[in-house]
């Protein structure tokens, strides 16, 4: 019976050296198929990639992207979210998924706003985890897009597959994968990486049909069909 599952080359144990020699090859690869690779979340200031990153969780971004126009239409600032009423919210973004979690952390996090930084997103990673609803990978996201911050690398399914595809990672666990990209991968390119791997994961290596003959890193992924 025919199954997903990639057959992996056979090669020898792989030395740090050869490891980060690898990883070099494949960024310059990938900077010249994605050179300008970034946040596919519509927003134009900090608050609403915010607001779309939580929206996007166990979601894709453009059925976020179909919700937000009308949100950000609506909800103009931090005390606009906080003073929503919670059911009429759970309705404006039902369609996302998991609108009665994804309500309270928005709304809460934007009393949290509102009540410790004046409504005003605050750009480093120890603030924005203290918020309701945002974890590493939302302040990975709102750091590096929103603010040109490189504080970590975001580990999205996408991201999380790739990696360990091209060897990077062995680990499940994402702040371990974070961790192995991070220690892999230049800190100017972290945010630039992360875009990169959501939009090669959607556009080439997919899932259930990867586009291996088609790859611009295949002749270094271990993984590779071809």
Request: charged share 25%.
């Amino acid at each position: 019976m025919p199954t997903n599952t990639r057959p992996k080359r056979r090669r020898a144990v792989e030395t740090p050296a050869r490891l980060r020699a690898r990883v070099k090859k494949i960024i310059a690869r990938l900077e010249q198929a994605y050179p300008d690779a970034t946040c596919a979340l519509h927003h134009t200031d900090p608050l609403e990639l915010l607001v779309a990153t939580i929206l996007s969780a166990q979601s894709t971004d453009a059925r976020v992207n179909l919700v937000t126009p009308a949100l950000f239409a609506k909800y103009r600032t931090a005390q606009d979210y906080a003073a929503a009423d919670p059911a009429v919210f759970q309705q404006e973004i039902h369609s996302t998924g998991f609108f009665r979690n994804k309500t309270r952390s928005i709304l809460g996090m934007a009393q949290a706003l509102v009540e410790r930084y004046g409504g005003a997103v605050p750009a480093t990673m120890e603030q924005l985890l203290q918020l309701p609803g945002v974890g590493r990978k939302t302040a990975n996201v709102v750091l590096g897009t929103a603010f040109g911050e490189n504080e970590g690398v975001v580990v999205d399914t996408h991201v999380q597959r790739l990696s360990t595809l091209l060897g990077l990672t062995k680990q499940q666990d994402p702040v371990k994968i974070e961790r192995d990209l991070m220690a892999l991968v230049p800190r100017d390119k972290w945010t630039w990486f992360s875009h990169t791997l959501i939009q090669h994961g959607r556009r080439v290596c997919i899932a259930r049909r990867p586009k291996c003959g088609e790859c611009v890193v295949n002749r270094w992924c271990p993984s590779s069909l071809v």
